[in-house]
Antibody, heavy 122, light 110 residues
Framework: EVQLVQSGAEMKKPGESLKISCKGS????????IAWVRQMPGKGLEWMGI????????RYSPSFQGQVTISAEKSITTTHLQWSSLKASDTAMYYC???????????????WGQGTMVTVSS | DIVMTQSPLSLPVTPGEPASISCRSS???????????LDWYLQKPGQSPQLLIY???NRASGVPDRFSGSGSGTDFTLKISRVEAEDVGVYYC???????FGPGTKVDIK
């Protein structure tokens, strides 16, 4: 079964660092880009960025450039989303997603992780 | 930047009746290859988003045929021929050229 399994919920304080993960299985991990999507409480979906696990080529949405880092570890078929200094405004659910097509297909994201809730509060 | 708008933002529906959601883009999503790069997603309460329609009118695997997508260029429509109770949630259109989601349309039962 093709799936993306994300790491568990996190509670952090402002200023702390954090890395969450998304593990792919059931398919050729390096053949599909993986995207990260933010959903703040009660709000809509926002693209953060997308990474090619094959060579770690990463594209960020302008809103998130410099705010987060997306990375990939091919050996463990996992992508990561990390913050160096969290803010209360980073409180949100974060999803990873994979498109139905490989290569440079960046549309039709049909595989989604279950989401990771990140809560940042003092 | 490409701006996506949806209407209505809230849609009370009656089971068995049809429903329609509009999505408009500030720039054409029609590529030179003839494809419209517009996806539709449904996020059911408490769940991850799920793909319904891609390339404007192609139903994703496992999506009931009561869902259909149409449109080209800047104007797109998602139609549900006969709404079922399980169709409640927030519907988003998304253009993958600049990775922009629409604001979402909340569908619930009257």
């Amino acid at each position: 079964e093709v799936q993306l399994v994300q790491s568990g919920a996190e509670m952090k304080k402002p200023g702390e660092s954090l890395k969450i993960s998304c593990k792919g299985s059931g398919y050729s991990f390096t053949s599909y880009w993986i995207a990260w999507v933010r959903q703040m409480p009660g709000k809509g979906l926002e693209w953060m960025g997308i990474i090619n696990p094959s060579d770690s080529d990463t594209r960020y949405s302008p809103s998130f450039q410099g705010q987060v880092t997306i990375s990939a570890e091919k050996s463990i078929t996992t992508t990561h989303l990390q913050w160096s200094s969290l803010k209360a405004s980073d409180t949100a659910m974060y999803y990873c997603a994979r498109p139905r097509g490989g290569a440079s297909s960046w549309y039709a994201f049909n595989i989604w992780g279950q989401g990771t809730m990140v809560t940042v509060s003092s | 930047d490409i701006v996506m708008t949806q209407s209505p933002l809230s849609l009370p529906v009656t089971p068995g009746e049809p429903a329609s959601i509009s999505c408009r883009s500030s720039q054409s999503l029609l590529d030179s290859n003839g494809y419209n790069y517009l996806d539709w997603y449904l996020q059911k309460p408490g769940q991850s988003p799920q793909l319904l329609i891609y390339l404007g009118s192609n139903r994703a695997s496992g999506v009931p045929d009561r869902f259909s997508g149409s449109g080209s260029g800047t104007d797109f429509t998602l139609k549900i021929s006969r709404v079922e109770a399980e169709d409640v949630g927030v519907y988003y259109c998304m253009q993958p050229q600049q990775f922009t989601f629409g604001p979402g349309t909340k569908v619930d039962i009257k």
